[in-house]
């Protein structure tokens, strides 16, 4: 079959987010420790690709070793770095997971300097299938690297997530099963045993691959989408809107998932980035994400009480308890996407959850 470039047009815009054998240099932590949190940078490298992969870990200051932690492992969206998505990263970490963020070299920030006129050359090469298995290798890499560190003590193995953004949510999508094949390699193998579940940010197709199903169909770890109405990538030659997202969340009948759309905010608000929604809409839209994203993480990686988080008066503490969320079949929503759902109504065109299906 004639090669081709699957992620060639799945190509995430710019913001946030970079990217050395276990000689490993930190940086100084970068976070107070009334913050719930300390913050590495390790400058890693992948002796057997010849490529550097920086890193950023966020450690809740509790982690110990008699006290492991659940890890999230973030893949940043094409033109990121590991600088990005720290809204995340440190709302994950003040819950009490860990939040590491390697950083893709052959598809972050570098993409954005040089000449202009080559920036679509740099782009379409970002995107293609070396780069795409190159990623997923260095989340895998990353991962391996941080568990034989001294930093693995403070891991709980059997409690690791994967999660991305854009292009990241395609990384994502691999490392949790997605079956993919080109002529440079077999992609359908790098699912990672480790991960317990998965949360895809404003999800691309995975072109070239045939249907959906096929190519998702074999994901069975939980699964978390998010979106918005006006959640669009457009770039030269190619456009991709909700409607895209919307067909990977249904074509992954296997996984037990829940889609969250948002009714305002564009394909860039789910970065640290300020956007054109305006600083309201999009810290509401970053906090309603935080809180989705950890109530999804302690449930599918059985790991505290998803009722825990960020509850923010009494009242709206005790008004979902006396209207309970119905779905059709009679049977009542776990109480913290009820919560969430109560706080974040007027921010949402849609919700569905796994028993809702």
Same mark, same amino acid.
């Given at each position: 079959?004639?090669? !081709?470039?699957?992620?060639?047009?799945?190509?995430?815009?710019?913001?946030?987010?970079?990217?050395?054998?276990?000689?490993?240099?930190?940086?100084?932590?970068?976070?107070?420790?009334?913050?719930?949190?300390?913050?590495?940078?390790?400058?890693?490298?992948?002796? +057997?690709?010849?490529?550097?992969?920086?890193?950023?870990?966020?450690?809740?200051?509790?982690?110990?070793?008699?006290?492991?932690?659940?890890?999230?492992?973030?893949?940043?969206?094409?033109?990121?770095? !590991?600088?990005?998505?720290?809204?995340?990263?440190?709302?994950?970490?003040?819950?009490?997971?860990?939040?590491?963020?390697?950083?893709?070299?052959?598809?972050?920030?570098?993409?954005?300097?040089?000449?202009?006129?080559?920036? =679509?050359?740099?782009?379409?090469?970002?995107?293609?299938?070396?780069?795409?298995?190159?990623?997923?290798? %260095?989340?895998?890499?990353?991962?391996? /690297?941080? =568990?034989?560190?001294? /930093?693995?003590?403070?891991?709980?193995?059997?409690?690791?997530?994967?999660?991305?953004?854009?292009?990241?949510?395609?990384?994502?999508?691999?490392?949790?099963?997605?079956?993919?094949?080109?002529?440079?390699?077999?992609?359908?193998?790098?699912?990672?045993?480790?991960?317990?579940?998965? @949360?895809? @940010?404003?999800?691309?197709?995975?072109?070239?691959?045939?249907?959906?199903?096929?190519?998702?169909?074999?994901?069975?770890?939980?699964?978390?989408?998010?979106?918005?109405?006006?959640?669009? @990538?457009?770039?030269?030659?190619? !456009?991709?809107?909700?409607?895209?997202? @919307?067909?990977?969340?249904?074509?992954?009948?296997?996984?037990?998932?829940?889609?969250?759309?948002?009714?305002?905010?564009?394909?860039?608000?789910?970065?640290? !980035?300020?956007?054109?929604?305006?600083?309201?809409?999009?810290?509401?839209?970053?906090?309603?994400?935080?809180?989705?994203?950890?109530?999804?993480?302690?449930?599918?990686?059985?790991?505290?009480?998803?009722? /825990?988080? +960020?509850?923010?008066?009494?009242?709206?503490?005790?008004?979902?308890?006396?209207?309970?969320?119905?779905?059709? %079949?009679?049977?009542?929503?776990?109480?913290?996407?009820?919560?969430?759902?109560?706080?974040?109504?007027?921010?949402?065109?849609?919700?569905?959850?796994?028993?809702?299906?």
């Amino acid at each position: 079959m004639k090669r !081709r470039e699957f992620l060639a047009r799945s190509l995430g815009l710019p913001i946030a987010g970079l990217g050395l054998p276990f000689a490993v240099s930190a940086e100084p932590s970068v976070a107070s420790a009334t913050l719930g949190h300390r913050v590495l940078n390790l400058e890693l490298l992948d002796a +057997n690709r010849k490529r550097p992969v920086p890193v950023r870990l966020y450690l809740p200051q509790q982690a110990s070793p008699n006290g492991p932690v659940p890890l999230v492992v973030f893949s940043h969206g094409l033109g990121g770095s !590991r600088m990005g998505y720290s809204y995340l990263a440190r709302h994950w970490a003040d819950a009490g997971m860990a939040s590491l963020h390697p950083q893709h070299v052959g598809s972050d920030s570098s993409v954005w300097r040089g000449n202009p006129l080559d920036l =679509l050359q740099r782009l379409q090469s970002a995107a293609r299938d070396a780069e795409a298995l190159a990623r997923v290798l %260095d989340l895998r890499f990353a991962l391996d /690297q941080v =568990l034989a560190s001294d /930093q693995g003590r403070l891991i709980d193995i059997t409690k690791i997530a994967v999660a991305g953004h854009s292009y990241g949510a395609n990384t994502a999508m691999l490392v949790a099963g997605a079956q993919v094949n080109t002529d440079s390699a077999n992609l359908g193998e790098l699912r990672d045993q480790r991960v317990q579940a998965a @949360i895809l @940010i404003s999800a691309p197709p995975l072109l070239g691959q045939g249907p959906a199903q096929q190519v998702l169909g074999a994901v069975t770890t939980p699964t978390l989408h998010i979106t918005s109405l006006e959640d669009t @990538i457009n770039l030269p030659g190619y !456009r991709s809107t909700v409607e895209d997202r @919307i067909a990977i969340f249904e074509a992954m009948k296997r996984s037990p998932r829940t889609l969250a759309i948002y009714n305002t905010g564009g394909h860039s608000i789910f970065t640290d !980035r300020t956007t054109r929604s305006g600083p309201e809409t999009s810290a509401r839209i970053k906090s309603a994400t935080q809180e989705l994203c950890t109530i999804f993480l302690r449930q599918s990686l059985r790991f505290g009480h998803a009722r /825990q988080v +960020n509850l923010q008066s009494p009242a709206e503490q005790t008004a979902p308890e006396s209207k309970p969320a119905a779905l059709p %079949d009679g049977r009542e929503m776990q109480p913290g996407l009820r919560e969430w759902i109560y706080r974040h109504k007027d921010l949402l065109d849609r919700f569905v959850t796994p028993e809702s299906l």
